[in-house]
């Protein structure tokens, strides 16, 4: 029941208005798509879950980057989208480590506090050398984890085996066995 005339400008507006945000869409996805990228690596290894700061953090900027996108400024939209990456990229890395490093680090913090540095300070030690060795690797190429892997599984290792050797320590003591019998045993 309301003015055909009127209606038709509605329309018209509307269309309009969706050209544009068609527009606008394709042109920010166009813009931020190294970021969207690298949004997508990160929420693949578990970001979201590992580095929830640091991906709220990303979250921010990134919706920033698409407002000022939007209202028409491109430089503070790329610095945004530069902040939002290297969230993504600090979140992407801290998920890595979590899920290669781990068992590594909550089984040594478990040896440290229990002391067994006490009776396997070298073995121990060795654990933990390791297990900086696979973070330093995973900080130089986190797409290459073959070798923090591997690194991680030999401190866990070393880990285990100085609580096997603080035991056999405890044990010997406790016995009062001689390193004779230690050895022969």
């Known amino acids: 029941g309301k003015n055909l005339d009127s209606i038709r400008a509605g329309l018209a507006s509307a269309t309009e208005y969706f050209k544009k945000a068609t527009e606008l869409s394709r042109t920010t996805r166009l813009s931020l798509a190294a970021l969207i990228k690298t949004r997508d690596d990160a929420h693949k290894v578990g970001g979201p879950g590992y580095a929830a700061d640091l991906w709220r953090q990303a979250e921010q900027n990134f919706s920033k980057a698409v407002l000022e996108l939007e209202r028409g400024a491109p430089e503070p939209a790329k610095q945004r989208a530069a902040e939002a990456d290297r969230s993504y990229r600090d979140a992407e890395l801290v998920a890595i480590k979590a899920v290669y490093l781990n068992d590594a680090r909550a089984l040594i913090a478990r040896a440290e506090k229990e002391k067994i540095y006490k009776q396997a300070?070298?073995?121990?030690?060795?654990?933990?050398?390791?297990?900086?060795?696979a973070e330093k690797a995973l900080n130089d190429n986190r797409y290459d984890t073959d070798l923090?892997?591997?690194?991680?599984?030999?401190?866990?290792?070393?880990?285990?085996?100085?609580?096997?050797?603080?035991?056999?320590?405890?044990?010997?003591?406790?016995?009062?066995?001689?390193?004779?019998?230690?050895?022969?045993?």
């Open 121 to 133: 300070p070298k073995t121990l030690a060795h654990a933990q050398t390791l297990l900086q060795q």
């Open 148 to 185: 923090p892997r591997s690194l991680a599984q030999q401190a866990k290792h070393e880990a285990q085996h100085a609580f096997y050797l603080a035991k056999l320590i405890d044990h010997a003591k406790n016995q009062k066995l001689t390193t004779e019998d230690v050895i022969l045993d």
